[in-house]
T-cell receptor, first 115, second 107 residues
Framework: DTGVSQNPRHKITKRGQNVTFRCDPI?????LYWYRQTLGQGPEFLTY????????KSRLLSDRFSAERPKGSFSTLEIQRTEQGDSAMYLC?????????????FGNGTRLTVT | GQNIDQPTEMTATEGAIVQINCTYQ??????LFWYQQHAGEAPTFLSY????GLEEKGRFSSFLSRSKGYSYLLLKELQMKDSASYLC????????FGKGTRLSVIA
């Protein structure tokens, strides 16, 4: 078990640029989640995959955000035309079964700063 | 939908016992989780309750009352490293987190 890996750890970008983050879940986990967290707040759900299928997407997620998990393994989260309000920690988590049956394993996150 | 309520901040003394309460309302219940999150780090799983009662794991215990929509996390023999945020969440898909309780352990 090598844990959930996220890259990059930090990303600084100018407003209006596109950014892409990668998440490699624990290898035997078929569920993958993206969360966003700002200072003093709990993780906010963004989207959820089971294998390659994106099963749920938060209504808070604008059209500038898109996520993929093409082969049911790693996932990417892209933010287009970044805004300063997108500055946050982006967390990826994986699990082997539904959240009611198994805990989420989080990666160390990608911290995005939009200047 | 669901709603989770926890105190925002708590302070306790090293070596003491602290109880962090969580109340919830949810249309469906699939267990309750507690996660610990140190500043600047990812959340890590602490405990899971699906039946009423107390689950003990070392210095940490978690209690659940489904009829009251209530849980607590009990931390014994507090250590400075226990200073962190503690997140209570319902085991529905997807997991929805509240703001959590920021615990400060002082000497």
């Amino acid at each position: 078990d090598t844990g959930v890996s996220q890259n990059p750890r930090h990303k600084i970008t100018k407003r209006g640029q596109n950014v892409t983050f990668r998440c490699d879940p624990i290898s035997e986990h078929n569920r993958l989640y993206w969360y966003r967290q700002t200072l003093g707040q709990g993780p906010e759900f963004l989207t959820y995959f089971q294998n390659e299928a994106q099963l749920e997407k938060s209504r808070l997620l604008s059209d500038r955000f898109s996520a993929e998990r093409p082969k049911g393994s790693f996932s990417t989260l892209e933010i287009q035309r970044t805004e300063q309000g997108d500055s946050a920690m982006y967390l990826c988590a994986s699990s082997s079964r539904a959240p009611s049956d198994s805990p989420l394993h989080f990666g160390n996150g990608t911290r995005l700063t939009v200047t | 939908g669901q709603n989770i309520d926890q105190p925002t901040e708590m302070t306790a003394t090293e070596g003491a016992i602290v109880q962090i309460n969580c109340t919830y309302q949810t249309s469906g219940f699939n267990g309750l989780f507690w996660y610990q999150q140190h500043a600047g780090e990812a959340p890590t799983f602490l405990s899971y309750n699906v039946l009423d009662g107390l689950e003990e794991k070392g210095r940490f215990s978690s209690f659940l009352s489904r009829s009251k929509g209530y849980s607590y996390l009990l931390l014994k023999e507090l250590q400075m490293k226990d200073s962190a945020s503690y997140l209570c969440t319902i085991g529905n898909t997807p997991l929805v987190f509240g703001k959590g309780t920021r615990l400060s352990v002082i000497a």
